[in-house]
């Protein structure tokens, strides 16, 4: 973290800091391919390493790419080519650490084709070759009971790669799984100098988005605003992983509906903002092979209103309450469900009503790693929620707490979702988190 700058990634921070400006095509692709590199070279063999994994066989089919090959292609790669097969072999022993294509190309300027076509011209007995020249103790394949990130093997590669191996290399084939969930969670510190840059980004975004430029109460929809953040990814360059939601909770007597509050509302209920509303946004954006995934909160302030209603301030406080007992339970080698049980134990100490619903963050917005409750699953999440948390991970802080507020007789979620990574330092905000309702109208914006 505490290394040089170069001068590349100089030039990335100074160009996004200045309005947010999105580099070119070319300059994203030299940024992925000299991060891949660095991925490819320093961080997989440490990962097979712990993971006691010599030999890791990836196979994928154009257009029905394994979710791991995609985050190993270059970046002028867009898919995988026909059939692609990568294969790691690490022997720290020997200090061997090989990384092979069995294809037609190079894949990029890292790994290297080495598929005589005309000595065999089955790939399948290119790989048998491989794997008797290097003899490996495992045969690792990206299949996974509990994450589809590292489950992706297709039923006809692993029937005919199986069906082409000796007897005795069937025996030493096993599961990736920890590996493959390794290397997609494992954040490294080049990583950690661009990710404040995506967040930064995703906050002014929603910034300008809960502001009077684009919010004019009694006419805009929460479904205009909801096309506005997509209109802004995409005339910005940018691309989202998800397609954003805007929810209105105000003083009626319209019920809090979780699946509605993050998905289309009915059409009968009235979506035009209005004063005295308080808004919500579940945003994100994916840039430079990273995501971000935040949601925050917004007051439109009524005639005469300078600041939102304490009742509102304090129940956002709430929310942060929650997410700094959520936060203070990180520890290496806890599970997610271990972390969800203690830190819902201590809110309800507290008097929190609150629901857990964190997830790791990076290649993919809902990423592989321990699961920190669901929504609809406050008791633990079986599979996903027994792995534990390692150092240089990146997470998700999603949580709400129910406030009940007497002046609209009715509780209140407030909604929080900040982006945030865990090392040997302890746990801390990429950017930051929102600790106060950004105000539409009165002058504010």
Known sequence: MKKKLSGLIAFILLAITTNAQILPLKEQARIIDEVLADRLNNLLPSLMEKNKIDMWVIVSREYNEDPVIRTMLPATWLSARRRT?????NNPTKKVFKKIAIARYNVG??????????????????LNDIIGQYKPEKIALNTSKHFGQADGVDHTDFEELTQKLSAANKTKVVSASDLAVAWLETRTPREMQIYPQLNSISHKIIAEGFSSKVITPGITTSDDLVWWFRQKVNDMGLSTWFHPSVNIQ????????????????????????????????????????????????????????????????????????????????FKENRSGNEILAIALAQAKEENINGTIYTHPLGFHGHAAGPTIGLWDQQNGVPGSGDYPM??????????????????????VRFMLE????????????????????????GGNN
Not at 277 to 306: C, M, W
Not at 422 to 434: A, L, P, S
Request: charged content about 30%.
């Open 390 to 411: 390692y150092y240089q991970t990146a997470y998700s802080i999603e949580l709400n707490a129910a406030v009940d507020v007497k002046e609209w007789n009715k509780p």
């Open 418 to 441: 900040q982006n945030g990574y865990f090392d040997k330092n302890g746990f801390w905000y990429i950017d930051g988190r929102q600790t106060k309702l950004h105000l539409v109208g």
């Open 85 to 89: 097969i990568l294969v790691f072999y």
């Open 109 to 126: 300027d890292e790994i290297e084709a080495q598929w005589d076509m005309k000595k065999f011209p089955d790939q399948w007995d290119a």
């Open 250 to 329: 105000r003083n009626d007597n319209v019920a809090f509906d979780h699946l509605k509050a993050f998905s289309k509302e009915s059409k009968d209920q009235d979506n035009v903002i209005r004063m005295g509303d308080l808004l919500h946004v579940d945003f994100g954006i994916s840039y430079l092979r990273l995501n971000t995934d935040i949601q925050e909160h917004a007051y439109v302030l009524a005639p005469g209103e300078k600041e939102a209603p304490a009742y509102l301030t304090d129940g956002l406080s709430k929310a942060n309450r929650l997410q700094d007992i959520l936060t203070s339970k």
